[in-house]
């Protein structure tokens, strides 16, 4: 039975495929912890055991290596999933040919634009009906293969299943409407018997399907008109009458669906083969217009934010601090606190660290004008999160860009006055990863934004 | 009637639990002894089968026991009737059809006593339905198909034939 290490960003749908694999076959496969995508699977080390960089990236625990979803989950399934004989195991090939040919390449140019992983342009209009009706095709195609079979292959779940499945998860989430979806009751049937199989529901959590078609948003107003979030909200609206909780699920789900494509990006961007059917998708890559420092706006000042950081980095504090103070640039220059609105949902201290470092990671192109230590008190299920902050320019510079905007409404910010004595105490405290919150929990972890 | 201890067989094979002395009571009920219970009745029989089996053919919470229940109750006072005239083979059909183009097993999305006991209740009649019927309840027949798969629930009967050149797949019907 295989076991090994699965390299991939969270809730992807293609390394879902060799997860819900694995619950079939009982075969261990963990997901790496503290995988970063853009930085991990950057390091020689990575592309040295996998020359793509690519995720979902499998290494076994004996020393072999896998890319690519669909063969991942081959490796790790068991005999049921791969098929009884050769036929079978043709068939499942077939479908896996389907899914990747015919369904993604629709969905892809159905959903992305929606959730941002590329932008919207003029013309996409044409795009999106002629993915729609590629989509009504192929689903077409499924539904009446399924109106005489139970699942696709042998009338047991098969990798088919699992991969069929996977690649029509984002399009049942987010487009696929029930007017739209109305026509294909036996594609419906089996999509939903699949999802809510232990194995499946393990791997994916609940999956709800889309009660209202997503749109993509236009030009500038992106950030703003995010539908997928609005329209959980409206549904949380209805069922729940606790709006305020409702509107920080709002936040929330705003954030972790932008956090997703933001991760998506590069990979997406990468994968989107010139194929026939992506051209609308490449005419928005292509008039994506290459992104500017937005800190360039703001004057220089004295202060050398790359010099503090080597020697930050190199010195003890009992020096680096001092040099902090005499080099800071209060003119062009503020320091700031923030603190996490929502300790009460920090549950394991690992995935409160991976909550800092997610954000880092998505703050990225900020890095080069702005320094964060931001900790961890206390353990699990009772920790809080709290960090000091310095960036060029007086105000909050999270509006700056609208690649900023994921994390930052779930913190307190607090701009300090760098002459205040309260203000030294917090840099010391925080830039050398001690002492207290502020009910008194014990320094837990640190992480430096540099 | 007789027809009831032939489906408490099948189950007790299919669930591996012993039943002894089968047969009807004064009061005409189904009546056996079940791990040395006597026990009357279809629908309590087959609870304690269950129970005895330690199957995983009941449902998770108790909603979907309940609606197990209610298609346990259903097979027996319903679809056992298809036997005695057409009619009401092809309404328990329409019905069956219609539910199943929704769903893949009859509770939740697993398989359960109730998808077995209606397995074995219309077995016979599914072996004489002449093909343009099969294809007229298509629903039925594709969650027949597929149950019938399980060599433990098929036991020594043979395939019941779903052949797959359906007329609708060769020449749809245009509505």
Redesign the interface.
């Known amino acids: 039975m295989a076991a090994g290490t699965l390299y991939t960003y969270p809730d992807n749908f293609r390394a879902a495929k060799a997860l819900i694999a694995a619950q079939y076959a009982k075969a261990n496969v963990k997901v790496a912890p503290n995988f970063v995508f853009g930085e991990t699977n950057k390091t020689p080390e990575f592309t040295k055991k996998f020359p793509s960089g690519k995720v979902p990236a499998f290494e076994a625990s004996n020393g072999k290596y896998l890319q690519d979803s669909n063969a991942i989950a081959y490796y790790v399934a068991n005999e049921q999933l791969r098929g009884k004989n050769e036929y079978d195991t043709a068939q499942i090939l077939q479908w896996i040919g389907f899914a990747e040919g015919e369904i993604l390449p629709a969905g892809c140019a159905w959903v992305f634009p929606i959730l941002g992983i590329i932008k919207n342009n003029a013309g996409a209009q044409e795009a999106f009906q002629r993915a729609k009706d590629d989509m009504r095709a192929s689903l077409t195609i499924l539904n009446s293969h399924l109106l005489t079979r139970t699942y696709l292959v042998g009338e047991r779940i098969t990798l088919a299943d699992i991969v069929v499945a996977c690649n029509l998860l984002n399009p049942y989430k987010y487009v696929l409407d029930p007017d739209y979806r109305k026509p294909f009751t036996n594609v419906n049937r089996w999509f939903v018997t699949l999802v809510n199989q232990p194995e499946f529901k393990a791997v994916l959590g609940e999956v709800v399907l889309c009660t209202k078609q997503a749109q993509a948003a236009t030009g500038e107003q992106e950030a703003e008109n995010y539908n997928i979030g609005d329209k959980d909200t409206n549904s949380l609206d209805r069922n729940s009458k606790r709006t305020s909780k409702a509107k920080r699920k709002k936040t929330r789900n705003k954030r972790r669906n932008r956090r997703n494509l933001k991760k998506e990006t590069p990979k997406k961007a990468k994968e989107l083969e010139p194929a026939e059917e992506l051209d609308a998708a490449d005419a928005a890559l292509a008039e994506e217009p290459k992104s500017k420092d937005p800190f360039d706006s703001l004057p220089k000042g004295t202060f050398n934010v790359d010099d503090f950081k080597r020697f930050y980095s190199n010195e003890e504090e009992s020096k680096s601090i001092p040099y902090f103070w005499e080099k800071f640039d209060p003119q062009n220059y503020s320091i700031w606190y923030c603190e996490y609105k929502y300790p009460q949902e920090l549950a394991k201290v690992f995935m409160s660290c991976n909550l800092i470092t997610g954000m880092f990671q998505r703050l990225d192109k900020m890095r080069k004008q702005a320094f964060a230590s931001v900790c961890l008190f206390g353990e699990d299920n009772n920790s809080t999160i709290s960090g000091i902050w310095f960036w060029r320019g007086q105000e909050l510079a999270f509006p700056l860009s609208p690649d900023w905007q994921i994390d930052y409404e779930s913190y307190d910010w607090k701009k300090l006055d760098p002459t205040d004595e309260n203000t030294k105490k917090l840099v010391e405290q925080y830039f050398s990863w001690t002492g207290t919150d502020k009910d008194g929990r014990k320094f837990n972890q640190g992480k430096i934004f540099k | 009637m007789v027809a009831n201890l032939q489906y408490l067989q099948n189950l007790s094979s299919y669930l591996k639990v012993k039943i002894e002395k089968p047969r009807y009571n004064e009061d005409s009920l189904c009546t056996c002894i079940v791990n040395g219970k006597i026990i009357s009745g279809l629908s309590n029989i087959i609870a304690a089968l269950l129970t005895e089996s330690k199957s995983n053919l009941s449902g998770i919470t108790s909603l979907e026991n309940a609606e197990i229940q209610q298609w346990v109750e259903y097979g027996i006072v319903y679809v056992t009737h298809i036997y005695n005239n057409s009619q009401n083979l092809s309404l328990i059909l329409k019905e069956l059809n219609g539910i199943l183009?929704?769903?893949?097993?009859l509770v939740?999305?697993?398989l359960t006593i109730a998808d077995v006991l209606l397995y074995y209740i219309l077995l016979n009649a599914m072996v004489s339905l002449p093909i343009l019927e099969k294809e007229k309840y298509?629903n039925v027949?594709?969650?027949f198909?597929?149950l019938q798969?399980e060599n433990s629930l098929r036991q020594s009967k043979s395939f019941i034939n779903?052949s797959?050149n359906?007329l609708?797949?060769v020449a749809?019907a245009r509505h």
């Open positions: 183009s929704r769903k893949t097993y939740s999305h697993k298509i027949s594709r969650w198909d597929n798969q779903f797959t359906y609708i797949s749809p």
